[in-house]
């Protein structure tokens, strides 16, 4: 089969038509994965800093001097916003690239060899660590954290570290609950045992760097801090592509490097996991630090902390709700609170929400390694453009938890009720249902009522998220995982 060429007209008229029908990304709407900071000029000079580098291979900064310039100058601007003078590190295409590299450098390092080696962090650490341990060959362990602060007891930490621990990681702070875990007494954990410590800020270090309260100290100022994550394309406003990893250890750092002239190739240096690599995201970001300045990041994170103010404020009036244990930066979470006489489910409400034109994002429950639970929970991410239209805000939260109240948790569909039963009955096993093929797994989902071929564009409207939320509590993960993965491969299957 060819296909037909198209006029560029033509062309970007399809383009612009299918952006239509995408969530929108702009006006604070999306209380998750878009960060804006409300300034249009922001978002123009991210487009014009795109384009300008455009043609450029960041793969070779002796050849493209631009890209080496853009780096350097993002290192000085973001070690000097975390504490040190002297750090080192690299430019990442984002948050999950810059904490592979972190757990790799420290293998490295430790002189670990893959398929041994284990890392030490709390309950509440990203999953981008799971994904670094099951790519490097390492085991990745959580250690439960308080359930009622979600933070992590250091002793807690102590007590899961083994002869093979080769790094601990901590949250400043968490993206579940947005607790900033107790980075000081880890950093003397880390150092009393001769231990790497990596303290991922990838969701809320360049905000938390401006915050304008007290916060315990949890950047590279810390003694035991060896490494540190910060996204520019979160917190920094730039576009998807950006982040930061630092080393307080310039020997940490360049163990991560893949370096070889053992090919009949060009040599090979890269400091990062891509090849040939785009500049756009590090342009972008260089040009937003560059305009901003550390007064305009101050100037937008104050926007942000009192809209937080204000809605943790409204959150901790509705009966029936609370927030999720200490939230210190710009994100937080909302859960049913058990003791009120009339508890809301976290994720009606975030439906009630979502008819008031505001999306949150419902988080399942966790169990943790003790047995204790983290509860069903709803995400929000505060924006600097949030301050605009937080009492429009604060109105639909407080208006929705008054429809949601009485309201039943969602049930997973039938047909998962009926395979989690065959689970507890041992009908089905865990390694049955890891064992089937993609047609069939695709078959069961359809079965549910959960049809991974409706139309992209309507699926998120056509689909009970919180039903399927409640499926993910209700199955074993890693069969949820299997489920997942059939589903959204579907989504991008011509
Ligand atoms: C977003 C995030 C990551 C992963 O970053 P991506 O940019 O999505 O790859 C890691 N850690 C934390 C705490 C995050 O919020």
Known sequence: MTSPARAVDDVLADLRARRASDAP????????????????????????????VQPVNGLDPTVFGSVASFERDLIAFSRTAFGSTDAVGSVTSGGT???????????????????????????????????AAKLLGVTARRVPVDPVTTRVDPAAMAGAITD?????????????????????AIGALALERGLPLHVDACLGGFALAWWPDELPAWDLRVPGVT????????????????????????????????????????????????GSRSAAGLASAWAITRHLGSDGFADLVADIASAVRVLVDT??????????????????????????????????WADEVSARGFTLQAQPGFTQADGSVLPPSTHLTITPVTAR??????????????????????????????????????????DDAL??????????????????????????????????IAAIDLLPRPVTAKMLTEFLAAFTNP
């Open 25 to 52: 990304t702009h006006g604070g709407r999306i209380l998750s994965y878009v960060y804006d900071s409300g300034l249009a000029e922001i978002d123009r000079l991210a487009a014009d800093a795109s384009a300008l």
């Open 97 to 131: 690239e810059s904490c592979v590299l972190a757990v790799l450098a420290a293998r490295e390092h430790s002189g670990t060899r893959a398929g041994s080696g284990s890392i030490v962090m709390p309950s509440t650490a990203h999953a981008a660590f799971d994904k």
């Open 164 to 184: 093979d621990t080769f790094l601990l990681v901590a949250s400043a702070p968490n993206y579940p609950t947005g607790a900033l875990d107790p980075i000081e």
């Open 227 to 274: 490494s540190l994550s910060a996204d520019f394309h979160k917190y920094g406003y730039a576009p998807k592509g950006a982040s930061i990893l630092l080393h307080a250890d310039r020997d940490r750092h360049r163990s991560a490097y893949f370096a070889t002239t053992d090919w009949p190739g060009y040599p090979i240096v890269n400091a990062t996991l891509l």
């Open 315 to 348: 959150v901790r009036r509705i009966d029936g709700l609370r927030v999720v244990g200490e939230p210190s930066g710009p994100v937080f979470a909302v859960s049913a609170d058990t003791e009120a006489a009339d508890p809301i489910d976290p994720h009606r």
């Open 389 to 430: 239209i937080v009492d429009d805000l604060a109105a639909a939260l407080t208006d929705a938890a008054a429809t949601a109240r009485g309201r039943e948790r969602a049930t997973a569909p039938a047909a998962l009720v009926e395979l989690s039963s065959a689970f507890a009955s041992g009908a089905v096993t865990v």
């Open 435 to 468: 064992g089937l093929d993609s047609a069939t797994t695709e078959a069961v989902l359809v079965g549910a009522g959960i049809d991974p071929h409706t139309d992209p564009a309507a699926a998120s409207d056509a689909l009970d998220l919180s039903a399927v």
